[in-house]
């Protein structure tokens, strides 16, 4: 088997990649690990900067996002009982929407097929061979058969567990990784919308983040030891935590309704450079991971692809390979701007167990600060919907 770009794994980085290259008239096949019905209900990301709308809409992919996707002008921090505004259309000119990341995959991969892409799913053993000739291959196992796919480039899209980020010798390699002693307890939840915005907040019991899905389905998240197990959590207890939490001097109370899905994850930051090697090129989660506070994670897989899309265009149309041989170095400046705020941002919202009275003061100080000095809001907001020059 044959194909221009081989890319293994159909998440948003992988899928959107393979769409944007048929765009352009260049072929790929897409390896995936997991089933189509598997990725299409796996819950993650919610939230889509401007420039990932953009992106969507452009590749033709955008329709039903615009459609069923809430468009939100801003969002609150909620601390020391009381809820602020951060006003991000008014601060930035841009928006966000809240449109479910399995939602994005199923516009993907229904475009993919429309389109008549290769795609394999439930692929095994997928191995990468002779990314530093100039004619590297992707063996891999489907349906009980053995292939190779000869590709002149292979995109590594296969998240944070993949095989490709190993394939770049580890001489080459430089990790940097923060782990959190803490992790998101996370819900679904039949009910309305407890607010018209997402909020996040500060709480000395620990953070928490009231989201949406739909007018029917909401998404809340509170902090936890990453450690702990659902089945101790109650309904009756999560509720009391959130209320804990989130509900406000003023009045403002989250909105309970029938819990349908819990989950814990675990929080850490992640880069790993280089993200290109000879053949092999890293986009998304395989080269780099943030704690969801900022939600960059789907937003940084989409700007590395729009990156790659071109570099990959000018190689095919006009036989530069330039914007190849910078990929990661452009790509990484992005990813460290994100890396910095999605820290920043978890730093300032979680409780530290650790913490002395005086760093938690502090915590509190800089959100009076963000709330109330335009030049400190414009910084987050610009950094929140992506708008900040890298
Ligand atoms: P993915 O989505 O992990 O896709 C990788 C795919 O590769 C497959 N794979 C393989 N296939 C073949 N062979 C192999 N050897 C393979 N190994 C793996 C996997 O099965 C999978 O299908 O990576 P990608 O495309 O880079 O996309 C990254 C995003 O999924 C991720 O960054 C976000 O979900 C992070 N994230 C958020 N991002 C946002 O932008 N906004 C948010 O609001 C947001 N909230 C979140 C989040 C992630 C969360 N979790 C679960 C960590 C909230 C949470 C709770
Ligand atoms: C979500 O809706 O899942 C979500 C929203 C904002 C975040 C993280 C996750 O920062």
């Not at 039949?190 to 909401?218: C, K, W």
């Not at 990453?226 to 403002?252: C, L, Q, T, Y």
Request: with cysteine; hydrophobic share 40%.
């Amino acid at each position: 088997m044959r194909t221009q770009v081989g890319i293994i794994g159909a998440g948003p980085a992988g899928l959107l990649l393979s769409h944007l290259l048929h765009l352009r008239g260049i072929e790929s096949v897409v390896l995936e690990m997991r089933s189509r019905e598997q990725i299409e209900s796996t819950i993650r990301a919610g939230v889509l900067e401007q420039g990932t709308m953009d992106t969507l809409t452009e590749a033709g992919v955008g329709a039903r996002m615009k459609a069923e996707g809430a468009l939100h002008h801003g969002f609150e921090l909620a601390f020391e009982g009381k809820r602020r505004r951060i006003d991000l259309t008014e601060l930035t000119g841009k928006a966000i929407t809240v449109y479910a990341q399995h939602e994005v995959l199923k516009d993907l991969v229904a475009a993919r097929v429309a389109a008549d892409g290769t795609l394999f799913f439930g692929v095994k053993n997928t191995a990468i061979h002779g990314i530093d000739t100039d004619a590297p291959s992707i063996s891999f196992e489907h349906d009980g058969e053995q292939h190779t796919l000869h590709c002149d480039y292979v995109i590594g899209c296969d998240g944070s567990q993949g095989v490709s980020r190993a394939a770049i010798p580890a001489a080459l390699r430089q990790d940097y990784e923060r782990v959190f002693p803490f992790g998101w307890f996370g819900i679904l939840v039949e009910a309305p919308p407890s607010s018209d915005e997402l909020i996040y907040a500060r709480h000395d019991r620990g953070f928490a983040l009231v989201s949406t899905r739909s007018p029917n389905v909401q998404r809340m998240y509170f902090q936890c030891d990453p450690k702990d197990s659902v089945d101790n959590w109650s309904d009756d207890r999560i509720w009391a935590e959130m209320h804990a939490r989130v509900d406000s001097e003023e009045g403002h109370q989250v909105v309970e309704g029938k819990i349908f899905q819990k989950n814990i994850v675990g929080m850490r930051s992640f880069v790993s450079t280089t993200m290109q090697h000879g053949r092999l090129f890293l986009a998304g989660d395989a080269a780099h991971i943030v704690p969801p506070t900022g939600a960059k994670g789907l937003n940084l897989a989409v700007a590395d692809v729009r990156v790659l899309t071109a570099a990959l265009v000018a190689f095919y149309k006009e036989n530069r390979t330039d914007l190849l041989d910078g990929y990661s170095e452009t790509a990484l400046r992005r990813i460290w701007r994100a890396e910095h705020f999605s820290y920043w941002m978890t730093c300032m919202m979680h409780r530290l167990d650790d913490a002395t009275p005086f760093e938690r003061r502090l915590q509190v100080a800089e959100l009076e600060h963000v709330t109330t000095s335009r030049a400190a809001a414009m910084a987050m907001a610009e950094n929140y919907v992506g708008a900040v020059a890298v």
